[in-house]
């Protein structure tokens, strides 16, 4: 059964202080891994898809890395408005393509 | 292009009613599917409908059913609600018939049953 762990699934940082969030992943076959960002009360917004070991892929203060076993989201000097919650989620190869989905890890960014 | 779009955007039911969300998928994606986010469970796949064909299916009683228009727009319908069913109900969309595409989502119905 595929499986999706995100940490830590709540994360306080100052404007301006760098973190990661992490997304580990157990999966027979990774076909791709796709991060969202959802603000309360409304749907997931996409942000990157990733598909092999050393991809790396960046949206303004977002980088996202993967490796076989994990994804890392990594925010560069964060503003408030990157106060969110952030989603993973992996496809595995063959089978439905259903993705599976982690809990998410709620972040706010104090001004 | 607009986004995915569904309705209505808030409802209340009673215990026992049944409930048709609508969803609206992007234009020139085929594919659209379900999914129950809740604070407990978090994101939990519904079903996905492909070209008017239910592809496929999570683990949900038979109180939850969809159907695909020729148009794609897709519509789920909850029969006997209970309160369990209490949830923002998503909708996505995707281009192509395989993976790994990207889905978009739509702002969701948040349903409360009483």
């Known amino acids: 059964e595929d499986q999706v762990t995100q940490s830590p699934e709540a994360l306080r940082l100052q404007e301006g202080e760098s973190s990661s969030l992490n997304c580990s992943y157990t999966?027979?076959?990774?076909?791709?891994l796709f991060w969202y960002r959802q603000d309360p009360g409304k749907g997931p917004e996409f942000l990157f898809t990733?598909?092999?070991a050393g991809e790396e892929k960046e949206k303004e203060r977002l980088k996202a890395t993967l490796t076989k076993k994990e994804s890392f989201l990594h925010i560069t000097a964060p503003k408030p408005e990157d106060s969110a919650t952030y989603l993973c989620a992996v496809q595995a190869s063959g089978g439905s393509y259903i993705p599976t989905f982690g809990r998410g890890t709620s972040l706010i960014v104090h001004p | 292009k607009a986004g995915v779009t569904q309705t209505p955007r808030y409802l209340i039911k009673t215990r026992g009613q049944q409930v048709t969300l609508s969803c609206s998928p992007i234009?020139?994606?085929?594919?659209v599917s379900w999914y129950q986010q809740t604070p407990g469970q978090g994101l939990q796949f519904l079903f996905e409908y492909f070209s008017e064909t239910q592809r496929n299916k999570g683990n949900f009683p038979g109180r939850f059913s969809g159907r695909q228009f020729s148009n794609s727009r897709s519509e789920m319908n909850v029969s006997t609600l209970e309160l369990g069913d209490s949830a923002l109900y998503l909708c996505?969309?995707?281009?192509?018939?395989?993976?790994?595409?990207?889905?978009?989502f739509g702002p969701g119905t948040r349903l409360t049953v009483t």
């Open positions: 996505a969309s995707k281009d192509g018939e395989q993976a790994p595409y990207e889905q978009y």
């Open positions: 990733l598909y092999s």
């Open positions: 999966v027979s076959g990774l076909r791709g």
């Open positions: 234009s020139g994606h085929r594919s």
